[in-house]
């Protein structure tokens, strides 16, 4: 990573060139979102499926991605993530934060973790208090970021939910296609700052929008690049407690035959359709605390959530959602007995599993043998 003095902002303040996989999601997510699922444009990511993601996950992407300013709260949760961003570790966090913790992000990190507990556990907790403190600050805040707060365990659920599905189905295909032109994106822009101003390139790459008025300033202390290939304009500016983060459009530095994909294998001979059903439920299988779980309910009959917890020494709330995504595989059924919530293994799609791999991998050996 390169690190650059900007004295003339003053002389703390530090540009930093990082590549981000989690911020080139976001902002793909969102342009799902925006184009409909129709990303006509991106005709080299047919694997990807966007369409078929925006058909079935249209509500939830319109409750997260639609009403929030382009999901640069939700964003803000990437920022102190620690490195590397991946998708598994971007899911380690997640599975251990707390509400409040989050809640600090998705407010924008005006507040402190302890500030935002003590409003919200308050008999009545008022929203106009945070609100009034947030303005206080510089920060704007809006209904759908309180609405997250009273629901939290629903909303939490979901958008966690949303991620992994946009993930498995849809990014995970783009992110090996895309990483060597993040590369490329990033040495160029190292070239383009040995010889230009910062401001001179932050201008090139909010495309000659007005540069905000908080950038730069004596408060200034890191500005951090990254690349990506579906942002846009209005997506490239994270700022908050000294820090401006600008995920940026890395047609800047390439051109149409360097972004034409040309000679990228796609196509596969295996059915497409068992391909990706075998990779879903092979990542549903992937994370220990979930295997863990199965083998809980497959050993210990009628087995419950408070029980599985203290057995793994995670919070019910943890448990909760990996039972929830193990349901969304189709792996457990769930039912409801004096009260409690039961769980046992589906046989059924356990064995459609198995047989679906080892089909699809004797595809292979079948013609190796001959």
Same mark, same amino acid.
């Given at each position: 990573?390169?690190?650059?003095?900007?004295?003339?902002?003053?002389?703390?303040?530090?540009?930093?060139?990082?590549?981000?996989?989690?911020?080139?999601?976001?902002?793909?997510?969102?342009?799902?979102?925006?184009?409909?699922?129709?990303?006509?444009?991106?005709?080299?990511?047919?694997?990807?499926?966007?369409?078929?993601?925006?058909?079935?996950?249209?509500?939830?992407?319109?409750?997260?991605?639609?009403?929030?300013?382009?999901?640069?709260?939700?964003?803000?949760?990437?920022?102190?993530?620690?490195?590397?961003?991946?998708?598994?570790?971007?899911?380690?966090?997640?599975?251990? +934060? %707390?509400?409040?913790?989050? /809640?600090?992000?998705?407010? &924008?990190?005006?507040?402190? #973790?302890?500030? !935002? @507990?003590? $409003?919200?556990?308050?008999?009545?907790?008022?929203?106009?208090?945070?609100?009034?403190?947030?303005?206080?600050?510089?920060?704007?805040?809006?209904?759908?970021?309180?609405?997250?707060?009273?629901?939290?365990?629903?909303?939490?659920?979901?958008?966690?939910?949303?991620?992994?599905?946009?993930?498995?189905?849809?990014?995970?295909?783009?992110?090996?296609?895309?990483?060597?032109?993040?590369?490329?994106?990033?040495?160029?822009?190292?070239?383009?700052?040995?010889?230009?101003?910062?401001?001179?390139?932050?201008?090139?790459?909010?495309?000659?929008?007005?540069?905000?008025?908080?950038?730069?300033?004596?408060?200034?202390?890191?500005?951090?690049?990254?690349?990506?290939?579906? +942002? %846009?304009?209005?997506?490239? /500016?994270?700022?908050?407690? &000294?820090?401006?983060?600008? #995920?940026?459009? !890395? @047609?800047? $530095?390439?051109?149409?035959?360097?972004?034409?994909?040309?000679?990228?294998?796609?196509?596969?001979?295996?059915?497409?359709?068992?391909?990706?059903?075998?990779?879903?439920?092979?990542?549903?299988?992937?994370?220990?605390?979930?295997?863990?779980?199965?083998?809980?309910?497959?050993?210990?009959?009628?087995?419950?959530?408070?029980?599985?917890?203290?057995?793994?020494?995670?919070?019910?709330?943890?448990?909760?959602?990996?039972?929830?995504?193990?349901?969304?595989?189709?792996?457990?059924?769930?039912?409801?007995?004096?009260?409690?919530?039961?769980?046992?293994?589906?046989?059924?799609?356990?064995?459609?599993?198995?047989?679906?791999?080892?089909?699809?991998?004797?595809?292979?050996?079948?013609?190796?043998?001959?």
């Amino acid at each position: 990573m390169a690190v650059y003095t900007v004295e003339e902002v003053n002389h703390h303040c530090k540009v930093e060139i990082s590549i981000s996989p989690l911020f080139e999601m976001m902002a793909c997510l969102r342009k799902c979102y925006v184009s409909l699922g129709k990303m006509d444009s991106e005709h080299h990511f047919p694997i990807a499926r966007f369409e078929e993601f925006f058909q079935k996950h249209e509500l939830l992407l319109k409750k997260f991605y639609g009403r929030y300013e382009y999901g640069a709260q939700l964003a803000e949760f990437l920022i102190d993530l620690p490195a590397p961003h991946t998708f598994s570790q971007l899911m380690t966090y997640v599975d251990r +934060v %707390s509400r409040y913790e989050f /809640l600090y992000y998705l407010f &924008g990190r005006y507040l402190s #973790v302890d500030e !935002i @507990k003590n $409003y919200l556990i308050q008999t009545s907790p008022s929203s106009d208090e945070i609100r009034s403190k947030i303005v206080s600050l510089g920060g704007l805040i809006n209904v759908e970021q309180f609405e997250f707060a009273q629901n939290y365990e629903q909303y939490w659920n979901e958008l966690v939910y949303l991620w992994r599905q946009f993930y498995q189905q849809c990014y995970v295909h783009v992110e090996p296609v895309l990483s060597p032109l993040w590369e490329q994106a990033s040495e160029r822009l190292r070239a383009e700052l040995k010889t230009s101003s910062i401001e001179k390139v932050v201008r090139k790459l909010l495309y000659d929008y007005p540069i905000p008025e908080q950038f730069p300033t004596r408060e200034t202390k890191l500005i951090k690049l990254y690349p990506s290939y579906f +942002v %846009s304009p209005k997506f490239i /500016l994270i700022w908050g407690l &000294g820090e401006l983060h600008i #995920v940026y459009d !890395i @047609k800047h $530095y390439m051109n149409e035959k360097e972004l034409s994909f040309s000679g990228y294998p796609m196509n596969m001979k295996c059915d497409e359709g068992q391909i990706q059903y075998i990779s879903d439920i092979s990542k549903s299988l992937s994370e220990i605390v979930r295997m863990k779980l199965l083998s809980f309910i497959a050993n210990e009959e009628k087995i419950r959530l408070q029980d599985m917890a203290n057995n793994l020494n995670i919070t019910v709330a943890t448990v909760s959602r990996h039972l929830n995504l193990l349901k969304q595989s189709n792996l457990i059924k769930e039912q409801k007995e004096n009260g409690y919530h039961v769980y046992e293994i589906n046989e059924n799609e356990i064995q459609r599993y198995c047989s679906m791999l080892k089909e699809t991998l004797c595809v292979k050996k079948r013609e190796n043998d001959n």
